[in-house]
């Protein structure tokens, strides 16, 4: 997995340890293809991609068009969170409002990517985890380059909405610690049980669909 400079350049630190490069904005794309090219397709196996909306309207597109051009057959995940989220929150042409603001012409990520020539291109809801890996594996057994556009609004965002506080239900909790591979800030390991920080606890509900015993529910369970 070839990552690029980003809120996702966290994804290289544990626990999720999902990304083997980082070099500058942009180099995602490139590298990847390029590692594909210099090893050959049974040596890099499929090539993936990382890279965010905004980051890949500054520098991302011509890598992908390179790939497209020599016929690679990497992947491209584009993590679009409707913002340029590491920076500061500032709008790029894919939001469709300046930097003040104000509306404007929006980039439709979609139609770019197929206009450059990418045949096999969606638009995914990550929060949906099995459609998601579904979708990931699809992809990565195409032997032709492809496109999955990663769409959800950066939590940070004051118009995000999401469901009530969870916490864990220690009666149930196995301390499998599945839950801490998310890399969720609100959940703590605090060595002798796993618990939900109420006051960093956005309501993703990401971490139920994870744990396979039912533990974890709206706030007001028992995780005292």
């Known amino acids: 997995v070839f990552g690029d400079i980003g809120c996702y350049t966290l994804g290289a630190l544990a626990p999720l340890e999902s990304m083997n490069t980082c070099v500058c904005m942009g180099a995602s794309v490139g ?4 590692m594909e090219k210099a090893l050959g397709k049974e040596k890099s196996r499929k090539s993936v991609a990382v890279i965010g909306d905004s980051t890949f309207i500054h520098s991302g597109i011509t890598g992908l068009i390179d790939m497209v051009y020599n016929k690679g057959t990497g992947t491209v995940i584009i ?7 590491m920076t500061g929150h500032q709008h790029n042409p894919a939001t469709g409002f300046t930097i003040k603001g104000e509306p404007t012409k929006q980039v439709d990520l979609l139609k770019l990517c197929q206009a450059i020539g990418i045949d096999r291109v969606r638009v995914c809801d990550p929060f949906d985890l099995a459609g998601f890996e579904k979708a990931v594996r699809e992809e990565i057994e195409a032997d032709e380059p492809s496109v999955i556009i990663a769409q959800r609004p950066c939590a940070l965002l004051k118009n995000v909405k999401f469901g009530p506080i969870l916490s864990i239900d220690q009666d149930k909790c196995t301390k499998c610690r599945m839950c801490m591979r998310l890399g969720c800030p609100a959940i703590v390991d605090r060595g002798d049980h796993i618990e939900i920080n109420p006051t960093q606890c956005v309501g993703c509900d990401l971490c139920t669909k994870v744990c396979r015993f039912g533990a974890i529910g709206k706030a007001g369970g028992k995780d005292e």
């Open 31 to 34: 590298v990847a293809h390029g």
């Open 79 to 85: 993590l679009d969170n409707s913002i340029t989220g």
